[in-house]
């Protein structure tokens, strides 16, 4: 899930930004210690912008910088479990399939992408239903629901877990297959009313 997040920090400005428009200068430092980093709270801050200074900058004797209080946006991805994600497989592997969210990676464990013994094809980078004959591939279009979310300091030690095996979830052909044929339920009325008007002339 993304979000739009308002924060405030105390930013350091060194000697050898006193050249730069002071707003521009601020956004630069704050971008390179926030942008593609994970905060424990936010999430992967994604984009920074509307720096803005509040109050003049304070000297300390002997530091050459000036200490400012900024409040600025930022545009945040942070993963909630039990979310419903729209996605692309972007990767097969034997253990399973690995999904595009956005600015990161989640992994659907073999055992979570069906109700179904799944073989994995080496040759084709598929899995196959031994029984439904259920395939994914890379680059099909999936609905997923994330079910674990382990965020750590890097992009590369964030670990997020889905599943596609509950109802209405999956790969758009299998959810296509599970739709019910329009007016299939309504086929058997016809037949019931004829036998209640064979019934009403056998008792006169």
């Given amino acids: 899930m ?4 308002s924060c405030k920090d105390k930013v350091r400005l060194p000697a050898q930004y006193f050249s730069m ?12 210690k926030y942008e593609r980093r994970i905060d424990k709270d936010a999430g992967l801050v994604l984009a920074l912008w509307n720096v803005k200074p509040e109050g003049d900058g304070v000297v300390i004797p ?5 200490y400012y209080q900024v409040s600025f946006d930022v545009l945040a991805y942070h993963p909630m479990v039990n979310e419903i994600v729209e996605s692309e497989v972007s990767e097969i592997v034997e253990f ?13 464990h073999l055992s979570q992408i069906a109700n179904d013994f799944l073989n994995y094809n080496k040759k084709t980078a ?3 239903g031994r029984e439904s004959k259920k395939s994914l591939k890379k680059g099909d279009h999936v609905f997923a629901k994330i079910s674990t979310v382990s965020m750590k300091s890097s992009i590369p030690e964030t670990k997020i877990g889905l599943t596609m095996r509950p109802e209405g979830l999956g790969k758009d052909e299998w959810l296509a ?5 329009e007016g299939e339920g309504e086929k058997k009325r016809p037949a019931e009313k004829k036998e209640k008007a064979k019934g009403k002339e056998n008792a006169s």
């Fill in 177 to 181: 297959a599970k739709k019910p044929v």
């Fill in 2 to 5: 993304y979000f739009v997040l």
């Fill in 21 to 32: 428009k002071l707003e521009d200068a601020l956004a630069q430092i704050l971008r390179e």
């Fill in 126 to 128: 598929s899995f196959v």
């Fill in 62 to 66: 002997g530091d050459n910088a000036v």
């Fill in 96 to 108: 399973g399939a690995f999904l595009q969210l956005g600015p990161i990676e989640g992994l659907v």
